[in-house]
């Protein structure tokens, strides 16, 4: 094989077309150290030694050695498919490589000339700007540290569902490098004035702030909104910031609904979603307990006999409380 590549160089220079020096120290690459997709993540990746050709890592499997389906088109190592030259950059294609130069650091923030409603911050996927009018602008984090902001629903989601820099939701290119899922341009996106903008409540909602002190307040309709009453504005409407929350009146703040009271939460409400069927203690009363029935998804609340008996935890029976630990009962060994 090693001769056939110094056969194949000395032909090519004598019809004077000669291989470049990175092709031959590729082709020798390959010769000498075979591609493996050992170390590597299930992915497709770039042949070296020939532009039209990739490899294909898959997990339990052999090398796949894979060519570029259409004619005329090489592989693009960074958006994972075959392309046409002018789509690729070097060394397999032409497309242009932009000159990189340190952007200036963004302007800071202001509520100047926005409307009421959260703003992403460009300096931080996992916190937002919040605008109310008369206040200075407020900088928030998501609720989870796992969470980031989306500029496009104006709460904190999972990045798996948040596209542009932040997120993990990417949109897939075909050959004419458009949006596959939408037909614009794939160069399309979001500045740090795309955010959401909460509206005024109208005479619709009926609610209203006259009688009230300025603070936020909840809207019967709908658990992940809420109302703000500042003195000299309209009522405004708001959306919990962070997806899948809802509106805690007593805190004032947004929160999972395991961490919130009814009627908009689930604090202190048991539950049988992902308990195995059985009895449970009820926390608030020590002589009754719970019990989970398969295929029922609300739990049966039961008495245990009456007579003094209280609910053990450990036995999952109605005990004398002497032979019950505490709190419901006094056993001491």
């Given at each position: ?13 004598a ?33 070296p ?64 000339d ?119 504005h ?35 409400i048991?539950t ?60 001491t060994?």
């Open positions: 094989m090693l001769r056939e590549l110094v056969v194949f160089t000395l032909v090519s220079l019809v004077g077309t000669p291989i470049s020096k990175d092709q031959l120290l590729a082709e020798l690459r390959s010769i000498i150290e075979p591609f493996s997709c050992s170390g590597r993540a299930q992915a497709m990746y770039s042949d030694a020939d532009c039209t050709m990739f490899y294909e890592c898959v997990e339990g499997h052999p090398v796949y050695h894979r060519s570029c389906a259409l004619t005329g088109t090489v592989f693009d190592q960074g958006d994972q498919i075959c392309d046409w030259p002018e789509h690729v950059p070097p060394p397999c294609g032409t497309e242009p490589v932009p000159v990189t130069t340190e952007a200036p650091p963004p302007p800071p923030f202001t509520c100047d926005k409307l009421p409603g959260t703003y992403p911050d460009v300096t931080n996927c996992r916190k937002y700007w919040e605008c109310v009018p008369g206040h200075p602008a407020y900088n928030r984090p998501c609720a989870l540290q796992e969470l980031v902001y989306n500029p496009e629903t104006g709460v904190c989601d999972w990045p798996r569902d948040v596209s542009g820099p932040c997120g993990e939701l990417q949109r897939k290119r075909t050959l004419n490098g458009t949006d596959e899922n939408s037909g614009t341009d794939e160069n399309t996106g979001t500045d740090e004035n795309s955010g959401t903008t909460e509206s005024s409540a109208s005479e619709e909602t009926g609610f209203s702030c006259a009688g009230r002190s300025d603070g936020l307040y909840s809207d019967p309709e709908d658990c992940a909104m809420y109302y703000e009453c500042v003195s000299g309209p009522v405004y409407h708001r959306p919990c910031a962070n997806h899948g929350t809802v509106f805690d009146q007593a805190d004032q703040i947004c929160d999972w609904p395991e961490n919130v009271a009814p009627p908009c939460g689930t604090e202190g048991f049988c979603a992902g308990k195995a069927p059985g009895s449970y203690p009820d926390p608030s009363d020590c002589a009754k307990f719970y019990q989970c029935v398969v295929d029922h998804p609300e739990p049966f609340h039961s008495d245990c006999p009456a007579g003094g008996l209280v609910f053990d935890p450990e036995k999952k029976v109605c005990e004398w409380p002497w032979t019950v630990a505490q709190p419901c009962g006094y056993k060994d």
